[in-house]
């Protein structure tokens, strides 16, 4: 059984940080490029970041270079997405994804499988 559990999330300060964890079982997550996208109230989800499956190749969007950093831990099956200089339009449910192609992707529809989102709150 695939699952993909996100993690860490919460009400942050604008201007801190926040670590997001995505743990991963039931597929072979190291040879599966990992993203993060997410998704505010009204807005459709957008991607945020992805990582190859060595964790050797990394994309941002506009949004999140800078600030954000993706990595993977092939051991522990997890992917993590450290966010700094948070923004309050940075609020949003956080959601990972895994994609079993070897190019990385920010199209959504790419993805093969997905987590059930964690909030991250960023108060102004």
């Known amino acids: 059984q695939v699952q993909l559990v996100e993690s860490g999330g919460g009400l942050v300060q604008a201007g801190g940080s926040l670590r997001i964890s995505c743990a991963a079982s039931?597929?072979?997550?190291?040879?599966?490029?990992m993203g993060w996208f997410r998704q505010a109230p009204g807005k459709e989800r957008e991607f945020v970041t992805t990582?190859?499956?060595?964790?050797?190749?990394?994309y941002y969007s506009d949004s999140a270079k800078g600030r954000f950093t993706i990595s993977r831990d092939n051991a522990k099956n997890t992917v993590y997405l450290q966010m700094n200089s948070l923004k309050s339009e940075d609020t949003a449910v956080y959601y990972c994804a895994a994609d079993s192609s070897f190019i990385m992707s920010d199209n959504p529809s790419r993805y093969n499988y997905w987590g059930q989102g964690t909030q991250v709150t960023v108060s102004s």
């Open positions: 990582i190859s499956w060595s964790g050797t190749n990394t």
């Open positions: 039931g597929f072979a997550f190291g040879a599966y490029a």
